[in-house]
């Protein structure tokens, strides 16, 4: 019997150590508080790590972004009110061909290159004023089709365009300089090595259509 065991009971109500409580240092302050803080920093960072990944994949812009794209839309607004306002760029008015006078030249080694030209644009309704070979500043130096040199102005750069349209291949504008007693409705053609032909009607349409179009003025699909 133990010495536990109270009088008369025999031992049937033996107490082991098994029974009583264990005994546990007591936990200090510092680290609970420590674990607390720890926890709530951790479940702040997930947070706003989810949040980011639903901007990411939501497609959501940040706000710099967002900025730069407001500004972007601005500047393009004011270009498509300023574009549509009165006083902007107007499509380029062509002369007729009989307003327009030609000088056709060969800067080619190719004979009889110049008259036949002349020939075709007196066909299409063009005044011919001469004809004959390049002088030996452009002769055997023109690589494109044709260097056309015109007057200084809107309207001698018209004239120069409705020349330029009527050509199969690269042409090049020399616009005179300020000043220039040239007349504005007056061409030189100075026919070069890239020179074929002259386009046929639905060609020339077309690229008086692309050349009637001011360069400054925003395509249709852009406002």
């Known amino acids: ?3 536990l065991t109270p009088p008369g009971m025999g031992g049937k109500y033996r107490v ?3 029974q009583y ?3 546990r240092r007591p936990r ?3 680290r609970i508080v420590a674990v607390v803080v720890t926890t709530v920093a951790l479940v702040g960072l997930a947070g706003w790590g989810t949040l980011q990944l639903v901007d990411v994949f939501g497609g959501k812009s940040t706000p710099a972004k967002n900025t730069a794209a407001q500004a972007e839309n601005a500047a393009k607004e004011r270009t498509c009110k300023a574009a549509a306002a009165p006083g902007s760029a107007a499509p380029i ?3 007729e061909p009989g307003e327009v006078t030609i000088n056709v030249y060969n800067a080619t080694a190719k004979g009889g290159l110049a008259k036949d ?3 075709e644009f007196a066909a299409r309704g063009f005044k011919v004023g001469t004809f004959g070979n390049a002088d030996p500043e452009y002769d055997r130096k023109v690589k494109v089709a044709a260097l056309l040199i015109g007057g200084h102005g809107p309207k001698a750069e018209a004239a120069m365009k409705l020349v ?7 042409t090049t504008l020399k616009p005179a300089a300020a000043g220039s ?5 007056t061409v030189d053609v100075m026919l070069g090595k890239g020179f074929t032909k002259l386009s046929g009607d639905k060609a020339v349409e077309k690229a008086l259509a692309a050349l009637a179009r001011p360069s400054a003025a925003p395509s249709a699909g852009s406002c």
């Open 93 to 95: 008015a062509f002369p």
């Open 21 to 23: 409580p264990r005994m």
């Open 1 to 3: 019997m133990s010495m």
């Open 181 to 185: 007693k040239r007349a504005t409705g």
């Open 16 to 18: 082991t150590g098994n």
């Open 164 to 170: 330029a349209a009527q050509f199969k291949g690269t």
């Open 117 to 119: 030209t002349a020939d």
């Open 28 to 30: 200090s302050k510092v």
